[in-house]
């Protein structure tokens, strides 16, 4: 039983990080012993599973008979730590999709950054067509304007792709860089749908980063409206109005 005291106390440790009792003399801590039961493991390391903590509290308990066997240790500590390696196993697995789900991002943003630039320059360009425009030049634009719309839609396509993988980095074991990415994926998403008045969308996607935000977009979702200035080549200022839950930007006239 003495053994199983002296097992109990490094367990406490590994589990809490600080010794059960402390004292600066032989002396005191004899007497910490006597005077003052052992804080419960999960009291200083919340996180410390129940049964674990309860075992640690029993092996360093006053009373000798309350102390487990060396069987009973064994069979809660084998228990703990097939959990421990499942999860390490699980968190390297989601780790390892969070990556690609990573590196899927960057790759869809840099073309959305793409897309967005021809669909400006295509814009500016069928503005200056007009009705005298050789034929060949408009139909030259026209294929433009479809290659843009099909690539548009992969687009489209790789964002989905970017959502699956950070949804199966959560699905293996949920971590809070995996639920950022996907809040800050799903708030371009809003703020895309909001501007182009598709309102549905918008307020879709609106939820989709509350449910994953932890607080970096609290500020955006409270937003109850604001002027905003964009600079392409021209100044337009907008302010957002208020729909229901949603905030649509509308040109300021």
Known sequence: KTDVYS??????EILTGRRPYEGRSPMKLLMEMVRRPVVNPREVAPDVPGEVAELCAQCIDREPEVRPDAREIKEIL???LDGVEQDRRRLA???????????????YETRREELVKRRMALDDEVARLGLATPDDVREGSWGRQ???VEDELGLQQSFAETVKAANQSLGEYETPEA???LAALFRDRSEEAAGAGNASDALYARALVQEHDDGTHATWLADKGTVVSHCAGTVRVERQVPLG????????D
Not at 94 to 106: E, H, P, V, Y
């Open 7 to 12: 097992l109990g106390v490094i367990l406490y």
């Open 78 to 80: 084998d228990r703990w």
């Open 93 to 107: 697995a989601a780790r390892a999709r969070l990556s690609a789900a990573t590196t899927l991002r960057d790759a």
């Open 146 to 148: 479809q290659t843009l």
């Open 179 to 181: 639920h950022a990415l």
């Open 245 to 252: 839950p949603l905030l649509l930007r509308r040109a300021v």
